[in-house]
């Protein structure tokens, strides 16, 4: 009977403490997952919350669990800090009321609002073209001031206005709204630029341009003016459909010196030029990507008038990045081009060797034709990753990053009518060593030492990405 009435309160005391537990679940258990309740944006910040919201990749109602939380603080840091208007972004998660739910709390602050760069620019296509080959001639320097403001009427619309005295005297406005319906899907642009010179590159000779200078009369006088439409479906998809029209005018030396600059030894031409480009971005930050991928299409064509030149062609871009191990990272880079017909005026040749599809080690040269390939591979190590903070509105925190790296290059470039042109049609080699240095505002400074199949090496100093 004893044992009976023991095993009847042991039963009844399980019972009664199951039904507890059930009623009064223990306050430390941690559920696996929670609802996102409201997502709450502050600090001191212009920008209005659909922009912001925008750029993420969760919203409200969403189920977020335990284990995302870190990565979730990541990638949505990442994405608000890409589009370039925000100099500092924190990231937390609240409880909300509930304690099945939390929120979502973003902390931002603007950048400046207007951002004054180009102040000093070479008028060469790099820095070591203009202290080595133009003997560092303070008439090749372009002063000039662009006013930037990247967030607009706190919409990101982004709004310049450009004035240049100097080598290039140039004027200038751009303004484009990323945003024009309520699904924030469609955006539009529009530009326009004029500038004059009293010197041309009227011509390539042995892989170098060639240049002619009169003090007293303008070389070349050039207008443009452009209008583009974007459609951005998702985060990492932008289509963008552009058209430019481009006026050139050239004096009769420049026009006797080469006639195929603008075809036939004409003085004034007009270019209708269409442009479709694609692009898949999944880098980590467009400014300075190191992990991810991404993928640009651009087709091209172009109509010379009057003597209705045209010209076809599609340049493509895919670019790798990843970490295999703490601070090392590495690259590659590949990008193409092929055009139709070959035989082109010589505005539209220019090939490999100009603006950012150039061989590291090969920046004395440029390649002319009508298609060239390059690969880049590069292993880099972070030296420093160190956080400055001030107590300047602006300039509250100012990220300072070095690393250092090995490279190396592999490249051709096409021309059916080489003439004189010895580097074009055969393969082109270069791998080297330097630093990366990376800051506020998207500045970004390459120093590098390159050798190259041609025997040559040197220092070369670049003010942006790769």
């Known amino acids: 009977m004893r044992l009976y009435g023991l095993i009847c309160l042991l039963f009844i005391s399980c019972f009664s403490n199951g039904l507890w537990a059930q009623e009064n679940p223990r306050s430390d258990t941690i559920r696996p997952y929670k609802l996102l309740h409201e997502i709450i944006i502050k600090g001191q910040t212009k920008t209005h919350q659909p922009v912001v919201l925008r750029e993420l990749n969760v919203q409200v109602g969403d189920t977020i669990f335990t284990e995302q939380i870190p990565f979730l603080t990541q990638i949505n840091t990442q994405r608000l800090y890409t589009i370039s208007i925000f100099n500092e972004v924190d990231i937390s998660w609240p409880p909300a009321g509930s304690p099945d739910s939390i929120n979502m709390l973003i902390v931002l602050k603007d950048r400046f609002p207007i951002f004054p760069e180009g102040d000093l620019e070479f008028a060469d296509r790099n820095f070591n073209v203009w202290w080595h080959e133009q003997h560092h001639n303070l008439r090749r320097i372009n002063l000039g001031l662009t006013l930037t403001n990247n967030n607009f009427r706190g919409r990101r619309e982004n709004l310049s206005v450009t004035g240049q005295v100097g080598y290039t005297q140039k004027i200038g406005i751009s303004y484009s709204r990323p945003f024009i319906d309520k699904a924030q899907k469609q955006g539009v642009g529009v530009s326009f630029f004029g500038l004059q010179n009293r010197e041309i590159a009227y011509n390539t000779i042995d892989n170098k341009l060639a240049f002619y200078r009169d003090n007293n009369n303008y070389m070349l006088r050039r207008f443009d003016g452009a209008l583009w ?133 090969f920046e004395y040269y440029v390649l002319d034709g009508a298609a060239f390939a390059l690969a880049r591979v590069d292993i880099k190590r972070c030296l420093l990753n160190y956080n400055l903070r001030l107590p300047i509105r602006y300039f509250e925190l100012i990220p300072i990053r070095i690393y250092t790296k090995v490279f190396g290059d592999i490249g051709i470039s096409y021309n059916k009518f080489p003439e004189h042109d010895f580097l074009n049609n055969r393969w082109l080699y270069s791998g080297g060593f330097g630093l990366d240095i990376v800051t506020l505002y998207d500045v970004k400074v390459r120093i590098e030492y390159t050798f190259n199949n041609l025997g040559e090496k040197g220092l070369f100093l670049h003010k942006s990405g790769e």
């Open 229 to 361: 439409y974007t459609y951005r479906p998702k985060y990492a998809v932008t289509h963008t459909l552009k058209f430019t029209w481009q006026h050139y005018w050239i004096s009769k030396k420049a026009a006797t010196m080469n006639p195929d600059y603008l075809d036939n030894g004409i003085q004034e031409a007009n270019n209708l030029w269409l442009q479709y480009r694609f692009e898949w971005n999944k880098v980590d930050n467009w400014n300075y990507p190191l992990a991810g991928q991404r993928f640009i299409g651009l087709l091209d064509q172009k109509l010379l008038l009057p003597n209705h030149q045209f010209q076809s062609s599609l340049h493509l871009q895919f670019d790798r990045y990843d970490q295999p191990f703490d601070k090392w990272f590495t690259a590659f880079i590949f990008r193409g081009r092929i055009s139709a017909p070959f035989n082109q005026p010589y505005i539209f040749r220019q090939n490999l060797g100009y603006d950012q599809d150039y061989q590291r080690g």
